[in-house]
């Protein structure tokens, strides 16, 4: 469904620059991503922080982000508006939603950056009640379910017709869950098919053959060969 797959490179280029950065986010896109991750957290002002632990300080004075304004975080803290301003738009932006409540923020930020800013916007989030209920938020976003095969109680089969018939873009499972077989069933029910974790490249070069829409990894340069050599 997506030919050549987005190549999402996670927290940035965290291979070569420190994670959520702004010089992991340029790196990455200079190398070649067309996709960025990053974890998304509400600062006590409203902003959003792109940020993986949302913790900031040391024990034993150690504190959420939701506690803190947007001016008393680290300097290396990147927020959504900024990374768009530094960045621009022409990509792919995946967030794994940490803090739920920061999801309305999400989305107006998305829309002031522009029109078509919405529909590269990927929300992802393991909770798919949750998850759905973002639906009738943000009929312009993306939403992905973020599971393991392990967890589906209902099967691979039944998930597929669940996540089209609520709305939910994509789904996304670790890369050594993914098959052929199962890619094709997200495929039939109009769902895409991502896959996180993929660092290695015999990771990427076993996950892209599956016929994935999506790949996360650390390795921008990985991703875009894995990607090239099977085009």
Not at 11 to 17: D, E, L, S, T
Not at 124 to 134: G, R, T
Not at 152 to 173: F, K, P
Request: overall charge neutral; proline content about 4%; some cysteine.
């Amino acid at each position: 469904m997506r030919n050549p797959p987005i190549a999402f490179a996670h927290r940035g280029a965290m291979a070569q620059a420190r994670e959520n950065t702004r010089e992991a986010f340029e790196l990455a896109l200079r190398q070649g991503a067309t996709g960025l991750e990053s974890d998304a957290w509400l600062t006590a002002d409203g902003q959003v922080a792109l940020d993986h632990d949302g913790i900031v300080g040391r024990r034993p004075r150690r504190r959420p982000m939701a506690e803190i304004a947007r001016t008393d975080l680290p300097g290396h803290v990147m927020t959504l508006d900024e990374l768009y301003a530094v960045c621009g738009t022409g990509f792919e932006l995946s967030l794994d939603v940490k803090d739920p409540a920061a999801v309305p923020r999400i989305v107006e930020i998305a829309r002031a950056a522009g029109p078509d800013v919405p529909r590269r916007l990927w929300l992802c989030h393991p909770e798919l009640e949750l998850l759905a209920s973002w639906r009738s938020l943000a009929l312009d976003v993306r939403l992905v379910d973020s599971t393991r095969v392990s967890r589906m109680s209902d099967g691979v089969r039944q998930r597929a017709a669940t996540l089209a018939a609520r709305g939910i873009d994509a789904v996304n499972l670790h890369w050594l869950d993914w098959t052929e077989l199962y890619v094709g069933l997200f495929h039939d029910a109009g769902v895409y098919a991502f896959g996180w974790d993929a660092h290695s490249r015999s990771a990427l070069t076993r996950l892209v053959a599956t016929g994935v829409d999506a790949v996360y990894g650390n390795h921008v340069e990985r991703m875009l060969a894995a990607i090239a050599a099977l085009r």
